[in-house]
């Protein structure tokens, strides 16, 4: 399905779009398609940055005479995101819907299935109204949405951070200017299917590890109104990190043996993006952004094969084991191994949690199938993280962390598993709507199936839970040589939990 001549002319009338802009997207059908740069190029031409500038420019213009102008920046960001109380608009506002997981980072309490479906046209009709607003300001060279390119680059454009808010439009304060490429993943993009076959099977697809990472990761680390759901759109960075997304949702999909979903209730999910209902369109549709939306990216080729470097933990906090309380009475909860509490700054911190042998050979049983276990055993058991909170130089965001858990014997960057992922706009919710992003990110509490992970690092045996379980919180910001140490977040403690109720 394809966005009609129809269509097209009817979201022209409404935003009054000129005759020559509504061409270009009919052309579309007949062959002429339009390209979207990489910014590295598109920062090469001065006349379409100057016409990127004014555009946005004066949707910010618009946005100052009326909040809710449906061609004002404040607007299309909203439609995203936004903390303020949305009024009239409330079916219109704060669509944008995330992955959630807590109090379990390994088993999502909602997914969403359409992040990059709904995204794609949300990018167009905000890139036409873009063009609307830069035709008003005086720009006559025709551009197309650029898109950053945060796998080979760095950083944040130039265009975007010269200056100053007074004098470039795209300025915008953020914690960082500048990201650490070679942390993001690029696993998601060897995924097969667009969605998992189930909740349980999150990580087997596309779309959801790639929300989290890499792009939520790029959230997290630029910060700022980028480190925040809610306001994240505010940031004219937010436009060309999704233009990339949205292009590697094309690369991906170009990719052999890979596919979109083919069910009738995904295909006909329907998006729409203002009151009237003249702009909408269907997941189905859009699938395909030349054949549909007219649209194409100078660079659609596979990406390369590519290995993340294994980050070194640059603290290992090895201490004695706690004195560990045991189980109480009447209660069949014990707690085997635990560590002091860790901050989380600059660099990565790994914490080793020392098992008793008592409980190697039970925790390695959890994972092989046999007998149930007899009486006073250990039934289930947990890797608990308790009072995890937003440091004092956390709260505007600039900092990511992965969660992997691996073993401390030199294997670890080959048999690693990712529990999770700490950053203010990845931060583990569990939240309906978005409250939780609306400025404060309360404690949380993560419990995480001990039994899931070991079976992911396939142990053979007990022997290999010797030196106990290893905890990394693996930095995906950068480090600066020289600079003062940081307090991004704040574990209150780390343990492995067990139980010997008896299974039901």
């Known amino acids: 399905m394809t966005l009609t001549r129809r269509a097209i002319l009817s979201y022209a009338a409404l935003i009054g779009l000129p005759q020559v802009v509504v061409q270009t997207a009919v052309e579309a059908q007949t062959g002429a398609v339009r390209t979207r740069q990489n910014a590295k190029t598109f920062s090469q031409d001065p006349q379409k940055v100057a016409a990127l500038r004014a555009g946005v420019g004066k949707m910010k213009a618009r946005t100052q005479a009326n909040q809710d102008d449906p061609l004002g920046w404040y607007y299309w960001s909203a439609v995203h995101g936004t903390t303020d109380d949305p009024g009239s608009l409330g079916k219109i506002y704060n669509q944008c819907e995330h992955t959630r997981f ?5 088993r999502p309490t909602a997914v969403a299935e359409h992040f990059i479906s709904w995204h794609r046209p949300f990018l167009f009709f905000f890139e036409a109204t873009l063009k609307r607003a830069a035709q008003e300001a005086g720009a006559t060279t025709p551009f197309e949405l650029p898109y950053w390119n945060w796998y080979e680059d760095d950083d944040v454009p130039k265009i975007f951070t010269e200056g100053s808010d007074a004098t470039n439009p795209l300025w915008h304060a953020r914690v960082n200017e500048s990201i650490n490429s070679g942390a993001l993943s690029r696993s998601p993009l060897d995924q097969k299917a667009l969605l998992p076959p189930s909740v349980s099977d999150w990580r087997k697809c596309f779309s959801i590890p790639f929300e989290l990472d890499p792009h939520g990761a790029v959230h997290n680390l630029i910060g700022g109104d980028m480190g925040n759901i809610l306001a ?17 949702w094309t690369v991906w999909t170009k990719m052999a043996g890979h596919a979109n979903p083919s069910d009738t209730a995904w295909k006909q999910t329907t998006f729409t993006y203002d009151q009237a209902g003249d702009m909408k369109q269907t997941a189905g549709a859009v699938v395909d952004s030349q054949g549909s939306l007219g649209y194409r990216y100078d660079d659609e080729t596979p990406l390369p094969a590519f290995q993340p470097a294994v980050v070194a933990a640059a603290t290992i906090q090895s201490d004695a084991p706690m004195p560990l309380p045991g189980p109480t009475a009447n209660s069949a909860m014990a707690t085997v191994a635990a560590a002091k509490p860790v901050t989380l700054g600059t660099s990565s911190v790994a914490v080793d949690l020392k098992l008793p042998q008592s409980a190697q050979t039970q925790l390695h049983s959890l994972t092989t199938a046999g007998a149930p276990p007899g009486p006073g055993a250990i039934t289930a058991a947990w890797l608990v993280l308790e009072d995890v909170e937003i440091g004092a130089d956390g709260k505007n965001g600039g900092f990511s962390f992965n969660i992997l858990a691996t073993l401390p014997d030199g294997q670890q960057g080959t048999r690693q598993v990712k529990v999770g992922q700490l950053g203010t706009f990845t931060w583990p919710t569990d939240d309906g709507g978005h409250g939780a992003h609306g400025g404060h990110l309360a404690p949380v509490t993560l419990t995480i199936p001990l039994k899931d992970v070991l079976s992911e690092l ?10 106990g379980l290893r905890v990394v919180f693996q930095a995906q910001h950068k480090e600066n040589p020289g600079e003062p140490p940081k307090q991004f977040v704040k574990v209150g403690s780390i343990s492995i939990k067990t139980s010997t109720a008896p299974l039901q």
């Open 102 to 106: 807590r109090p379990n980072p390994l």
């Open 232 to 248: 994240s759109a505010r940031d004219p960075v937010f436009w060309v990190h999704h233009a990339n997304i949205d292009r590697l």
């Open 458 to 467: 396939g142990l053979s045996n007990p022997g290999e839970l010797a030196n």
